[in-house]
Protein backbone atom coordinates (compact mmCIF):
# COMPACT_ATOMS: atom_id res chain seq x y z
CA UNK A 1 0.00 0.00 0.00
CA UNK A 2 1.35 3.05 -1.39
CA UNK A 3 0.95 6.24 0.71
CA UNK A 4 -0.22 8.96 -1.93
CA UNK A 5 -0.87 11.87 0.29
CA UNK A 6 0.13 12.79 3.49
CA UNK A 7 -0.25 15.87 5.57
CA UNK A 8 1.62 16.16 8.77
CA UNK A 9 0.82 18.53 12.24
CA UNK A 10 -1.30 21.05 9.94
CA UNK A 11 -1.64 24.72 11.23
CA UNK A 12 -3.75 26.93 9.17
CA UNK A 13 -4.74 30.73 10.23
CA UNK A 14 -7.27 32.56 8.60
CA UNK A 15 -6.74 36.44 8.91
CA UNK A 16 -6.16 35.81 12.69
CA UNK A 17 -8.09 32.98 13.50
CA UNK A 18 -5.96 29.91 14.16
CA UNK A 19 -8.22 27.19 12.28
CA UNK A 20 -5.53 23.86 11.95
CA UNK A 21 -3.96 23.33 15.13
CA UNK A 22 -2.67 20.20 14.06
CA UNK A 23 -3.93 18.11 11.75
CA UNK A 24 -2.31 14.82 10.59
CA UNK A 25 -3.71 11.74 8.21
CA UNK A 26 -2.21 10.13 5.43
CA UNK A 27 -4.22 8.86 1.94
CA UNK A 28 -3.45 5.57 0.56
CA UNK A 29 -3.78 4.85 -2.95
CA UNK A 30 -6.39 3.51 -4.62
CA UNK A 31 -8.32 4.28 -0.98
CA UNK A 32 -11.42 6.68 0.33
CA UNK A 33 -9.83 8.84 2.78
CA UNK A 34 -12.59 10.46 5.10
CA UNK A 35 -11.85 13.24 7.11
CA UNK A 36 -15.05 13.56 9.79
CA UNK A 37 -16.12 15.91 12.59
CA UNK A 38 -18.18 18.79 13.67
CA UNK A 39 -18.99 21.95 12.02
CA UNK A 40 -16.18 23.78 12.26
CA UNK A 41 -14.05 21.49 13.21
CA UNK A 42 -11.30 22.75 10.23
CA UNK A 43 -12.19 19.83 7.50
CA UNK A 44 -12.43 21.84 4.53
CA UNK A 45 -9.93 23.96 5.62
CA UNK A 46 -7.67 20.69 5.83
CA UNK A 47 -8.52 20.57 2.02
CA UNK A 48 -8.07 24.15 1.27
CA UNK A 49 -4.64 24.03 2.98
CA UNK A 50 -3.84 21.20 0.98
CA UNK A 51 -4.85 22.93 -2.50
CA UNK A 52 -2.82 26.06 -1.21
CA UNK A 53 -5.82 28.27 -1.22
CA UNK A 54 -5.43 28.98 2.90
CA UNK A 55 -1.29 28.15 3.10
CA UNK A 56 -0.23 26.24 6.34
CA UNK A 57 1.92 28.43 8.49
CA UNK A 58 3.19 25.22 10.12
CA UNK A 59 3.25 21.52 8.71
CA UNK A 60 3.81 19.36 5.72
CA UNK A 61 2.09 18.58 3.05
CA UNK A 62 3.66 15.62 0.88
CA UNK A 63 2.60 14.04 -2.43
CA UNK A 64 3.94 11.00 -3.94
CA UNK A 65 6.97 12.11 -1.78
CA UNK A 66 7.54 15.28 -2.71
CA UNK A 67 6.71 18.83 -0.32
CA UNK A 68 3.54 20.56 -1.46
CA UNK A 69 3.51 22.59 1.30
CA UNK A 70 4.42 25.98 -0.31
CA UNK A 71 3.66 25.77 -3.68
CA UNK A 72 0.68 27.64 -5.69
CA UNK A 73 -2.41 26.04 -6.14
CA UNK A 74 -2.45 25.89 -9.81
CA UNK A 75 0.68 23.71 -9.80
CA UNK A 76 -0.91 21.81 -6.76
CA UNK A 77 -3.73 21.53 -9.33
CA UNK A 78 -1.33 20.28 -12.27
CA UNK A 79 0.24 17.66 -10.33
CA UNK A 80 -3.16 15.64 -11.00
CA UNK A 81 -5.18 16.48 -8.24
CA UNK A 82 -8.55 17.53 -8.60
CA UNK A 83 -10.62 19.42 -6.30
CA UNK A 84 -14.44 19.83 -5.86
CA UNK A 85 -15.09 22.72 -3.09
CA UNK A 86 -17.86 23.03 -0.47
CA UNK A 87 -19.76 25.45 -2.37
CA UNK A 88 -18.82 23.49 -5.77
CA UNK A 89 -17.87 26.90 -7.14
CA UNK A 90 -19.57 26.62 -10.57
CA UNK A 91 -18.72 29.07 -12.79
CA UNK A 92 -22.37 30.71 -12.91
CA UNK A 93 -22.22 32.55 -15.95
CA UNK A 94 -20.28 29.75 -18.39
CA UNK A 95 -23.01 26.63 -19.75
CA UNK A 96 -22.25 23.37 -18.73
CA UNK A 97 -20.22 22.99 -21.29
CA UNK A 98 -17.76 24.96 -20.91
CA UNK A 99 -17.36 24.52 -17.44
CA UNK A 100 -15.96 21.61 -18.42
CA UNK A 101 -13.56 23.44 -20.74
CA UNK A 102 -12.30 25.75 -18.71
CA UNK A 103 -11.36 22.66 -16.71
CA UNK A 104 -9.59 20.13 -19.58
CA UNK A 105 -5.91 20.54 -19.34
CA UNK A 106 -6.22 19.51 -23.32
CA UNK A 107 -8.71 18.99 -25.24
CA UNK A 108 -8.01 15.97 -27.21
CA UNK A 109 -9.80 12.84 -27.79
CA UNK A 110 -9.04 11.36 -25.15
CA UNK A 111 -9.94 13.79 -22.76
CA UNK A 112 -13.52 14.21 -24.91
CA UNK A 113 -14.21 10.21 -24.92
CA UNK A 114 -13.19 10.66 -21.12
CA UNK A 115 -15.73 13.73 -20.99
CA UNK A 116 -18.35 10.87 -22.46
CA UNK A 117 -17.41 8.38 -19.98
CA UNK A 118 -18.15 10.85 -17.58
CA UNK A 119 -21.06 12.45 -18.43
CA UNK A 120 -22.37 8.73 -18.89
CA UNK A 121 -21.65 8.84 -14.91
CA UNK A 122 -23.92 12.60 -14.80
CA UNK A 123 -26.62 11.41 -17.41
CA UNK A 124 -28.43 15.21 -15.95
CA UNK A 125 -25.44 17.50 -16.71
CA UNK A 126 -26.18 16.36 -20.46
CA UNK A 127 -29.62 17.41 -20.53
CA UNK A 128 -28.18 21.10 -19.28
CA UNK A 129 -25.40 20.52 -21.53
CA UNK A 130 -25.60 24.49 -23.38
CA UNK A 131 -27.53 26.06 -20.35
CA UNK A 132 -25.66 28.70 -17.92
CA UNK A 133 -24.12 26.94 -14.36
CA UNK A 134 -26.70 29.71 -12.41
CA UNK A 135 -29.76 27.21 -13.75
CA UNK A 136 -28.41 24.21 -12.36
CA UNK A 137 -30.26 22.85 -9.07
CA UNK A 138 -28.03 22.11 -6.19
CA UNK A 139 -27.52 18.41 -7.10
CA UNK A 140 -26.80 19.24 -10.63
CA UNK A 141 -24.38 21.79 -9.45
CA UNK A 142 -22.83 19.06 -7.79
CA UNK A 143 -22.49 17.04 -10.13
CA UNK A 144 -20.63 19.66 -12.36
CA UNK A 145 -18.50 20.41 -10.16
CA UNK A 146 -17.63 16.15 -9.47
CA UNK A 147 -17.36 16.04 -12.98
CA UNK A 148 -15.15 19.34 -13.46
CA UNK A 149 -12.76 17.61 -11.06
CA UNK A 150 -12.64 14.38 -12.45
CA UNK A 151 -12.15 15.66 -16.22
CA UNK A 152 -8.57 15.25 -16.38
CA UNK A 153 -7.01 11.81 -15.75
CA UNK A 154 -6.52 12.44 -11.88
CA UNK A 155 -4.40 10.76 -9.00
CA UNK A 156 -6.06 12.20 -6.45
CA UNK A 157 -9.50 13.92 -5.93
CA UNK A 158 -10.43 16.13 -3.02
CA UNK A 159 -13.78 16.00 -2.44
CA UNK A 160 -15.97 18.40 -0.09
CA UNK A 161 -18.94 17.51 1.78
CA UNK A 162 -20.89 16.48 -1.29
CA UNK A 163 -23.73 15.75 0.28
CA UNK A 164 -24.88 18.93 1.50
CA UNK A 165 -28.29 20.42 1.04
CA UNK A 166 -29.07 17.69 -1.09
CA UNK A 167 -32.50 15.40 -1.35
CA UNK A 168 -31.56 11.36 -0.90
CA UNK A 169 -31.90 10.86 -4.24
CA UNK A 170 -29.66 12.92 -5.25
CA UNK A 171 -27.37 11.70 -3.01
CA UNK A 172 -27.64 8.57 -3.89
CA UNK A 173 -26.67 9.35 -7.53
CA UNK A 174 -23.39 11.23 -6.55
CA UNK A 175 -22.52 8.17 -4.13
CA UNK A 176 -22.93 5.88 -7.39
CA UNK A 177 -20.82 8.30 -9.19
CA UNK A 178 -18.01 8.24 -6.29
CA UNK A 179 -17.92 4.70 -6.39
CA UNK A 180 -16.81 4.71 -10.31
CA UNK A 181 -14.51 7.39 -9.79
CA UNK A 182 -13.08 5.19 -7.23
CA UNK A 183 -11.66 2.31 -9.21
CA UNK A 184 -9.18 4.37 -10.79
CA UNK A 185 -8.85 7.82 -8.15
CA UNK A 186 -7.46 7.87 -4.61
CA UNK A 187 -10.06 9.77 -3.05
CA UNK A 188 -9.67 12.44 -0.12
CA UNK A 189 -13.64 12.97 0.86
CA UNK A 190 -14.94 15.75 3.69
CA UNK A 191 -18.48 14.30 4.81
CA UNK A 192 -20.63 15.09 7.58
CA UNK A 193 -23.21 12.27 6.64
CA UNK A 194 -21.69 9.60 8.53
CA UNK A 195 -23.73 7.26 6.65
CA UNK A 196 -22.56 8.15 3.21
CA UNK A 197 -18.85 8.11 4.32
CA UNK A 198 -19.36 4.76 6.33
CA UNK A 199 -20.30 3.31 3.06
CA UNK A 200 -17.83 4.52 0.85
CA UNK A 201 -15.12 5.09 3.10
CA UNK A 202 -11.78 2.81 3.69
CA UNK A 203 -9.99 4.68 6.25
CA UNK A 204 -11.39 7.92 8.52
CA UNK A 205 -9.76 10.51 10.28
CA UNK A 206 -11.95 12.55 13.08
CA UNK A 207 -10.54 15.94 13.30
CA UNK A 208 -11.68 18.30 16.08
CA UNK A 209 -10.85 21.99 17.14
CA UNK A 210 -8.75 21.94 14.21
CA UNK A 211 -6.82 19.12 15.58
CA UNK A 212 -6.65 15.44 14.41
CA UNK A 213 -8.02 13.35 17.42
CA UNK A 214 -8.38 9.55 15.93
CA UNK A 215 -7.22 8.07 12.59
CA UNK A 216 -8.60 4.01 11.83
CA UNK A 217 -10.06 2.12 9.47
CA UNK A 218 -14.19 2.68 8.62
CA UNK A 219 -14.83 -0.60 10.40
CA UNK A 220 -13.34 0.58 13.17
CA UNK A 221 -15.07 3.66 13.30
CA UNK A 222 -18.36 1.72 12.53
CA UNK A 223 -17.50 -0.26 15.46
CA UNK A 224 -16.81 1.96 18.07
CA UNK A 225 -20.25 4.03 19.44
CA UNK A 226 -18.27 6.02 22.00
CA UNK A 227 -16.18 7.35 19.38
CA UNK A 228 -19.57 8.28 16.82
CA UNK A 229 -21.42 9.90 19.72
CA UNK A 230 -17.80 12.09 21.30
CA UNK A 231 -16.64 13.36 18.03
CA UNK A 232 -20.21 13.12 15.63
CA UNK A 233 -22.62 13.23 18.26
CA UNK A 234 -24.70 10.51 16.56
CA UNK A 235 -26.16 8.40 19.02
CA UNK B 1 -33.32 64.40 -40.60
CA UNK B 2 -29.92 65.49 -41.56
CA UNK B 3 -29.14 66.83 -38.64
CA UNK B 4 -30.17 63.84 -36.56
CA UNK B 5 -27.99 61.65 -38.64
CA UNK B 6 -24.87 63.98 -38.36
CA UNK B 7 -25.27 64.07 -34.30
CA UNK B 8 -25.72 60.14 -34.24
CA UNK B 9 -22.32 59.35 -36.14
CA UNK B 10 -20.85 61.89 -33.87
CA UNK B 11 -22.02 60.33 -30.89
CA UNK B 12 -21.73 56.60 -32.08
CA UNK B 13 -17.56 57.90 -33.26
CA UNK B 14 -17.15 59.77 -29.30
CA UNK B 15 -18.39 56.38 -28.06
CA UNK B 16 -16.51 53.96 -29.95
CA UNK B 17 -13.28 55.76 -28.80
CA UNK B 18 -14.90 55.60 -25.14
CA UNK B 19 -15.03 52.22 -25.36
CA UNK B 20 -11.83 51.29 -26.83
CA UNK B 21 -10.41 52.49 -23.41
CA UNK B 22 -13.56 51.58 -20.91
CA UNK B 23 -13.33 47.70 -22.08
CA UNK B 24 -9.81 47.38 -21.10
CA UNK B 25 -10.65 48.93 -17.94
CA UNK B 26 -13.82 47.05 -17.78
CA UNK B 27 -11.84 43.47 -18.02
CA UNK B 28 -9.36 44.88 -15.38
CA UNK B 29 -11.76 45.28 -12.71
CA UNK B 30 -13.66 42.63 -13.49
CA UNK B 31 -10.59 40.07 -13.42
CA UNK B 32 -8.61 41.40 -11.30
CA UNK B 33 -10.35 43.67 -8.82
CA UNK B 34 -8.14 46.40 -9.76
CA UNK B 35 -9.35 50.30 -10.65
CA UNK B 36 -6.34 51.37 -12.58
CA UNK B 37 -6.52 55.22 -12.63
CA UNK B 38 -3.39 55.67 -15.10
CA UNK B 39 -5.07 54.01 -17.87
CA UNK B 40 -6.22 57.15 -19.20
CA UNK B 41 -2.32 57.52 -19.16
CA UNK B 42 -2.13 54.65 -21.47
CA UNK B 43 -4.84 56.24 -23.62
CA UNK B 44 -2.43 59.65 -23.75
CA UNK B 45 0.67 57.05 -24.56
CA UNK B 46 -1.19 55.71 -27.28
CA UNK B 47 -2.01 59.09 -28.78
CA UNK B 48 1.61 60.51 -28.84
CA UNK B 49 2.86 56.88 -30.02
CA UNK B 50 0.32 57.01 -33.02
CA UNK B 51 1.43 60.38 -34.20
CA UNK B 52 5.08 59.84 -33.94
CA UNK B 53 4.73 56.69 -35.22
CA UNK B 54 2.64 58.55 -38.34
CA UNK B 55 5.19 60.95 -38.67
CA UNK B 56 7.93 58.71 -39.17
CA UNK B 57 6.77 56.09 -41.24
CA UNK B 58 3.60 57.88 -42.45
CA UNK B 59 1.38 55.04 -42.72
CA UNK B 60 -1.47 55.59 -40.32
CA UNK B 61 -1.53 51.48 -40.22
CA UNK B 62 2.11 50.99 -38.79
CA UNK B 63 0.83 54.52 -36.52
CA UNK B 64 -1.99 52.05 -34.98
CA UNK B 65 0.51 49.02 -35.10
CA UNK B 66 3.12 51.05 -33.46
CA UNK B 67 0.75 52.53 -30.43
CA UNK B 68 -0.53 48.89 -29.61
CA UNK B 69 2.57 47.89 -29.23
CA UNK B 70 3.47 50.52 -27.28
CA UNK B 71 0.36 50.19 -24.98
CA UNK B 72 1.12 46.80 -24.50
CA UNK B 73 4.78 47.51 -23.26
CA UNK B 74 3.32 50.27 -21.06
CA UNK B 75 0.98 47.50 -19.96
CA UNK B 76 3.77 44.84 -18.79
CA UNK B 77 6.02 47.80 -17.29
CA UNK B 78 2.58 49.18 -15.52
CA UNK B 79 0.97 45.51 -14.17
CA UNK B 80 4.80 44.38 -12.56
CA UNK B 81 6.23 47.63 -11.48
CA UNK B 82 2.42 49.23 -10.35
CA UNK B 83 0.20 46.81 -9.66
CA UNK B 84 1.62 43.74 -8.47
CA UNK B 85 2.56 44.95 -5.06
CA UNK B 86 -0.78 46.18 -4.62
CA UNK B 87 -3.54 43.76 -5.45
CA UNK B 88 -6.14 43.28 -3.46
CA UNK B 89 -5.42 46.75 -1.94
CA UNK B 90 -7.93 49.07 -3.82
CA UNK B 91 -7.09 52.36 -1.38
CA UNK B 92 -3.81 51.53 -2.20
CA UNK B 93 -4.61 50.92 -6.06
CA UNK B 94 -5.89 53.93 -6.46
CA UNK B 95 -3.41 55.88 -4.74
CA UNK B 96 -0.28 54.65 -6.52
CA UNK B 97 -2.42 54.24 -10.17
CA UNK B 98 -3.48 58.35 -9.51
CA UNK B 99 0.42 58.99 -9.19
CA UNK B 100 1.98 56.64 -12.07
CA UNK B 101 -1.27 58.34 -14.45
CA UNK B 102 0.33 62.00 -13.19
CA UNK B 103 4.39 60.24 -14.27
CA UNK B 104 2.73 58.95 -17.39
CA UNK B 105 1.51 62.55 -18.34
CA UNK B 106 4.99 64.56 -17.40
CA UNK B 107 6.91 61.50 -19.26
CA UNK B 108 5.05 62.59 -22.08
CA UNK B 109 5.92 66.24 -21.71
CA UNK B 110 9.33 65.21 -21.19
CA UNK B 111 9.46 63.35 -24.24
CA UNK B 112 7.33 65.40 -26.78
CA UNK B 113 7.54 68.79 -24.80
CA UNK B 114 4.57 70.53 -23.47
CA UNK B 115 3.12 71.86 -25.73
CA UNK B 116 0.01 70.35 -27.97
CA UNK B 117 1.02 69.02 -30.78
CA UNK B 118 -1.33 68.78 -34.14
CA UNK B 119 -2.39 65.69 -35.23
CA UNK B 120 -3.27 65.02 -38.97
CA UNK B 121 -5.85 62.35 -40.56
CA UNK B 122 -4.52 60.45 -42.85
CA UNK B 123 -5.53 61.46 -46.62
CA UNK B 124 -7.03 58.84 -47.48
CA UNK B 125 -9.75 58.84 -44.53
CA UNK B 126 -10.23 62.83 -44.76
CA UNK B 127 -13.15 64.47 -46.26
CA UNK B 128 -16.48 63.11 -46.00
CA UNK B 129 -19.55 61.77 -48.42
CA UNK B 130 -22.46 63.67 -49.33
CA UNK B 131 -25.73 61.67 -49.18
CA UNK B 132 -28.52 64.33 -50.29
CA UNK B 133 -28.21 66.85 -47.17
CA UNK B 134 -26.52 64.57 -45.17
CA UNK B 135 -22.67 64.80 -44.93
CA UNK B 136 -20.79 61.64 -43.32
CA UNK B 137 -17.09 62.41 -42.11
CA UNK B 138 -15.11 59.54 -43.45
CA UNK B 139 -12.97 58.97 -40.31
CA UNK B 140 -16.03 59.08 -38.11
CA UNK B 141 -17.81 56.35 -39.88
CA UNK B 142 -13.96 54.74 -39.76
CA UNK B 143 -14.15 54.79 -35.84
CA UNK B 144 -17.22 53.43 -35.92
CA UNK B 145 -16.90 50.67 -38.04
CA UNK B 146 -12.81 49.85 -36.04
CA UNK B 147 -14.97 49.91 -32.53
CA UNK B 148 -17.61 47.48 -34.17
CA UNK B 149 -14.98 45.08 -35.22
CA UNK B 150 -12.98 45.12 -31.89
CA UNK B 151 -15.93 44.36 -30.05
CA UNK B 152 -16.43 41.60 -32.91
CA UNK B 153 -13.02 40.08 -32.25
CA UNK B 154 -12.94 40.35 -29.01
CA UNK B 155 -16.21 39.35 -28.13
CA UNK B 156 -15.29 35.85 -30.62
CA UNK B 157 -11.99 35.59 -28.25
CA UNK B 158 -13.89 35.88 -24.77
CA UNK B 159 -16.34 33.35 -26.71
CA UNK B 160 -14.63 30.83 -28.42
CA UNK B 161 -11.62 30.48 -27.61
CA UNK B 162 -10.03 28.86 -24.34
CA UNK B 163 -8.41 31.82 -23.30
CA UNK B 164 -11.53 34.01 -23.50
CA UNK B 165 -13.27 31.09 -21.76
CA UNK B 166 -10.10 31.36 -18.97
CA UNK B 167 -10.33 35.19 -18.40
CA UNK B 168 -14.63 34.54 -18.26
CA UNK B 169 -14.31 31.85 -15.42
CA UNK B 170 -11.60 34.24 -13.64
CA UNK B 171 -13.91 37.26 -13.70
CA UNK B 172 -16.52 34.52 -11.92
CA UNK B 173 -14.07 32.71 -9.51
CA UNK B 174 -10.52 33.51 -9.59
CA UNK B 175 -9.69 30.83 -6.86
CA UNK B 176 -11.73 28.31 -8.72
CA UNK B 177 -9.52 29.17 -12.15
CA UNK B 178 -6.29 28.19 -9.85
CA UNK B 179 -7.93 25.28 -8.42
CA UNK B 180 -8.57 23.99 -11.92
CA UNK B 181 -4.40 23.95 -13.12
CA UNK B 182 -4.37 27.99 -14.32
CA UNK B 183 -1.67 30.34 -13.37
CA UNK B 184 -4.23 33.10 -12.73
CA UNK B 185 -1.27 35.66 -12.65
CA UNK B 186 -0.31 35.13 -16.00
CA UNK B 187 -3.69 35.47 -16.91
CA UNK B 188 -3.70 38.86 -15.10
CA UNK B 189 -0.68 40.19 -17.00
CA UNK B 190 -1.98 39.08 -20.30
CA UNK B 191 -5.60 41.40 -19.47
CA UNK B 192 -3.76 44.12 -18.40
CA UNK B 193 -1.56 44.44 -21.65
CA UNK B 194 -4.52 43.78 -23.58
CA UNK B 195 -6.34 46.40 -21.85
CA UNK B 196 -3.30 48.47 -21.71
CA UNK B 197 -2.91 47.87 -26.24
CA UNK B 198 -6.81 48.74 -26.56
CA UNK B 199 -6.66 52.00 -24.18
CA UNK B 200 -3.61 53.21 -26.39
CA UNK B 201 -5.25 52.05 -29.73
CA UNK B 202 -8.26 53.99 -28.98
CA UNK B 203 -5.70 57.33 -28.12
CA UNK B 204 -3.82 56.70 -31.56
CA UNK B 205 -7.63 56.58 -33.22
CA UNK B 206 -8.22 59.54 -31.12
CA UNK B 207 -5.39 61.84 -32.04
CA UNK B 208 -6.93 62.68 -35.94
CA UNK B 209 -10.15 62.83 -34.18
CA UNK B 210 -9.75 65.80 -32.04
CA UNK B 211 -6.93 67.23 -34.13
CA UNK B 212 -4.47 68.05 -31.62
CA UNK B 213 -2.90 65.95 -28.62
CA UNK B 214 -1.80 67.26 -25.05
CA UNK B 215 -0.47 65.64 -22.56
CA UNK B 216 -3.60 65.14 -19.72
CA UNK B 217 -6.20 63.90 -22.31
CA UNK B 218 -5.87 60.80 -20.89
CA UNK B 219 -7.44 62.11 -17.45
CA UNK B 220 -10.51 63.97 -19.17
CA UNK B 221 -11.50 60.32 -21.26
CA UNK B 222 -10.41 58.16 -18.22
CA UNK B 223 -13.23 59.14 -16.12
CA UNK B 224 -15.65 58.77 -19.27
CA UNK B 225 -14.51 55.65 -19.21
CA UNK B 226 -14.67 54.95 -15.31
CA UNK B 227 -18.68 56.03 -15.75
CA UNK B 228 -19.27 53.86 -18.56
CA UNK B 229 -17.49 50.79 -16.70
CA UNK B 230 -20.11 51.27 -14.03
CA UNK B 231 -23.34 52.26 -16.03
CA UNK B 232 -22.24 49.27 -18.25
CA UNK B 233 -21.54 47.13 -15.37
CA UNK B 234 -17.83 46.17 -14.06
CA UNK B 235 -16.66 43.16 -15.74
CA UNK B 236 -18.81 43.13 -19.03
CA UNK B 237 -17.52 43.60 -22.04
CA UNK B 238 -21.09 44.12 -24.26
CA UNK B 239 -22.36 46.58 -21.27
CA UNK B 240 -19.30 48.53 -21.88
CA UNK B 241 -20.04 49.35 -25.50
CA UNK B 242 -23.93 49.82 -24.65
CA UNK B 243 -23.02 52.14 -22.08
CA UNK B 244 -20.11 53.86 -24.58
CA UNK B 245 -22.79 54.33 -27.31
CA UNK B 246 -24.97 55.61 -24.87
CA UNK B 247 -22.75 58.02 -23.41
CA UNK B 248 -21.48 59.08 -26.62
CA UNK B 249 -24.64 59.87 -27.92
CA UNK B 250 -26.34 61.66 -25.24
CA UNK B 251 -22.96 63.82 -24.73
CA UNK B 252 -23.40 64.59 -28.78
CA UNK B 253 -27.47 65.56 -28.97
CA UNK B 254 -26.99 67.16 -25.70
CA UNK B 255 -24.13 69.29 -26.59
CA UNK B 256 -26.55 70.53 -29.66
CA UNK B 257 -29.93 70.48 -28.01
CA UNK B 258 -28.53 71.71 -24.14
CA UNK B 259 -25.42 72.81 -24.59
CA UNK B 260 -25.06 73.76 -20.68
CA UNK B 261 -25.87 69.68 -19.66
CA UNK B 262 -23.55 68.45 -22.14
CA UNK B 263 -20.70 67.84 -19.97
CA UNK B 264 -23.39 66.99 -17.02
CA UNK B 265 -25.45 64.10 -18.84
CA UNK B 266 -23.35 61.61 -18.19
CA UNK B 267 -23.45 61.79 -14.77
CA UNK B 268 -26.92 61.64 -14.66
CA UNK B 269 -27.45 58.57 -16.97
CA UNK B 270 -25.01 57.12 -14.40
CA UNK B 271 -26.79 58.37 -11.70
CA UNK B 272 -30.15 57.03 -12.94
CA UNK B 273 -28.38 53.65 -13.57
CA UNK B 274 -26.78 53.72 -10.01
CA UNK B 275 -30.37 53.89 -8.52
CA UNK B 276 -32.72 51.57 -10.58
CA UNK B 277 -29.27 49.06 -11.42
CA UNK B 278 -26.63 49.33 -9.15
CA UNK B 279 -25.11 46.79 -10.77
CA UNK B 280 -25.20 47.85 -14.29
CA UNK B 281 -26.98 47.49 -17.30
CA UNK B 282 -25.39 43.80 -17.94
CA UNK B 283 -24.66 42.34 -14.70
CA UNK B 284 -21.59 39.39 -14.33
CA UNK B 285 -23.44 36.69 -13.05
CA UNK B 286 -21.05 35.29 -9.99
Known sequence: MTTLLKAENLHTYIGQYHILQGVSFAATQGEVSVLLGRNGAGKTTTLKTIMGLTPASKGTVMFKGTEITKKPTYEISNLHIGYVPEDQAIFAGLTVEENMRVAMRKEDDTTLERQEYILSLFPDLKKYWHKDGAFLSGGQKQMLAMARAFINEGELLLIDEPSKGLAPIVIEKVMEAMTEMKKTTTIVLVEQNFLMASKIGDTYTLIDDGKTVHTGTMEELIANDELQHTYLGIG | ?286
Open chain 2, 1 to 286: MELWINLTVNGLATGMLIFLLASGLTLIFGLMSVLNFAHGGLFAWGAYAGVWFYTVTNSFTLALIGAILTGAVLGFITEKLIITPVYGDHVQQILITLGFMIVLSEMLKVVWGPNQIAAKVPPALSGSWEFGDVLIIKYRLFIIIIGFLVFGIFQYILKRTKIGLIVRAGVLNKEMVQALGINIKRVFLLVFMTGAALAAFGGALMAPYSGVIYAEMGMDFAILAFIVVVIGGMGSFPGSLLAAILVGLAGSYMAYYVPDLSLAVNMIIMVIVLIFRPQGLFQVKG
